[in-house]
């Protein structure tokens, strides 16, 4: 398993969600308001009593980000901005199936109307990449994805498709950040449409790349599995369908 990168963290307990970008946790004893960056639901961490992780930040009202909450064997990385770069060290490195001996050429891309998270230069030509976070379990520790309505996810993925079929090289890479992710599958109740969209993009050959990250107590952000798969139930609906 490799070490991905560590951060200085400090133990929390967290209270509640006071809306998509705050939320309340006790840290070192006292009732602080914290920076949620993740606009996922989340329902099944950011609940009252759970243990959690934050790094302090110099915001104007906040002073910490929360970063991950306890899980069965670890911490998950809820932090999208410590996912991100949980995601460049790993390409850095050459690490993640799919994309090893590649770089990253840019940030942010626009393509069209759409901005996309990366693009990647490979021995075999570049790479648009979208990269989206994958936190919630399924019932056989299933990581999944979306956990609600997401527009913006939507569009990204209709548009990778869109330059696949025009000869572009695209990726869809889903962090599963979560401990002991079995493999990767879209959740139907969490948005029925981006469900549709990826068995789409597989049909249509676009690549979809999963690696799977936790973190530990002490901040230590470990690569899991770099070639997580994508589960095998989602696949075989996909092809009797």
Not at 31 to 48: A, F, S, W
Not at 136 to 164: F, K, Q, T, V
Request: hydrophobic share 35%.
């Amino acid at each position: 398993m490799n070490q991905l990168f560590q951060v200085g963290v400090i133990d929390c307990v967290f209270k509640r969600r006071l809306n998509r970008f705050v939320g309340e946790a006790l840290v070192n004893g006292k009732l602080e308001r914290i920076h949620i960056t993740n606009t996922g639901r989340l329902e099944e961490y950011l609940v009252d009593g759970r243990n959690c992780l934050v790094i302090p930040i110099n915001g104007r009202k906040l002073k910490y980000r929360l970063v991950a909450v306890e899980d069965t064997g670890g911490y998950a990385v809820i932090d999208t901005r410590t996912q991100s770069r949980a995601f460049e060290a790993a390409v850095e490195r050459s690490l993640i199936c799919g994309v090893k001996g590649c770089r990253i050429k840019g940030k942010e891309p626009r393509v069209g109307n759409s901005k996309f998270d990366y693009l990647l230069e490979c021995s075999s030509g570049e790479i648009i990449v979208e990269t989206k976070s994958a936190v919630l379990r399924g019932p056989h520790s299933e990581a999944m994805y979306p956990d609600c309505p997401s527009d913006r996810g939507l569009r990204h993925i209709n548009h990778l498709i869109e330059l696949h079929r025009a000869g572009r090289r695209v990726a869809i890479i889903f962090t599963a950040a979560l401990p002991g992710a079995r493999c990767f599958k879209p959740y139907h109740e969490g948005d029925p449409r981006i469900y549709d969209a990826l068995g789409n993009a597989y049909r249509e050959r676009v690549p979809i790349l999963a690696y799977s990250i936790r973190m530990t107590r002490d901040g230590r952000v470990l690569l899991e599995n770099p070639c997580l798969p994508l589960c095998s139930d989602w696949i075989d609906s996909l092809t009797s369908s």
